[in-house]
Each structure stands twice: as C-alpha cells, then as structure tokens.
C-alpha cells in the first residue's frame, strides 16, 4: 500500500521560509515522478515542482523558480519542498503527489495516482 504523508507547513512571515516533508513508502522509489502541488481556496491546482527519481530534468513552476527546490533523502524515504522568500500568493494547501512513470510535461493532477492528504501554508504580510 503506498502512503505520502506531508509535514512541516505552518505560518510565516513574508521572505521567510518553511521546508515541506512527504515521507513515503510503499512505492519503489527507483523510477517514480515525485511532485509538489499547491492549491489556494477558489483556484486551480497548481503544478510546482517535480523530478523523475531515475534522473533527469527537475521541473519547477515560473512562480516559484529560484525560490524553493525539491529534493529527497533515500535513506529516510522523504522528498522535501525548501521554500524560501515566501510571498503572501503561497498560501496553499500544499500536496505531495506520485507517479509510477517518468515526469510528463506539463505538470498535471491527473497523472498522478497517489496524493498525501495535504499540509497548509499560509504566508502574512
């Protein structure tokens, strides 16, 4: 059975900074997509980073390049979301997500068959 389980949101001020945890397990971490997805109440979910575990490109959306990086610990069987200078339009619910296939391009919900059940960041002003 796989399981994603997210940590680490919380509240923050503006530029400060938040690192999100998904630990896994159950899935064979040597060749899935791992991905972050954000939504904000009454808006589409959005795509923000994801990268193939069997190597290759890592993805990140316009509105988050050079801010955060995605990146996991083998070891621990965790990807981590490091958020830095964080703005008030990254307030989300924020969702771990994988795919037992390569990355696609672009980043879509459906192509992810398992979801951890989210962690909220909100980001002041």
């Known amino acids: 059975q796989v399981q994603l389980v997210e940590s680490g949101g919380g509240s923050v001020q503006a530029g400060g900074s938040l690192t999100l945890s998904c630990a896994t397990s159950g899935l064979t971490r040597s060749s899935v997509c791992m991905g972050w997805f954000r939504q904000a109440p009454g808006k589409e979910s959005e795509g923000v980073a994801h990268f193939y575990t069997g190597g290759g490109t890592t993805y990140y959306a316009d509105s988050v390049k050079g801010r955060f990086a995605i990146s996991q610990d083998n070891a621990k069987n965790t990807v981590y979301l490091q958020m830095n200078m964080l703005k008030p339009e990254d307030t989300a619910m924020y969702h771990c997500?994988?795919?037992?296939?390569?990355?696609?391009?672009?980043?879509?919900?459906?192509?992810?068959?398992?979801w951890g059940q989210g962690t909220q960041v909100t980001v002041s002003s």
């Open positions: 997500a994988a795919a037992r296939w390569a990355c696609r391009f672009p980043m879509r919900t459906v192509d992810f068959g398992y």
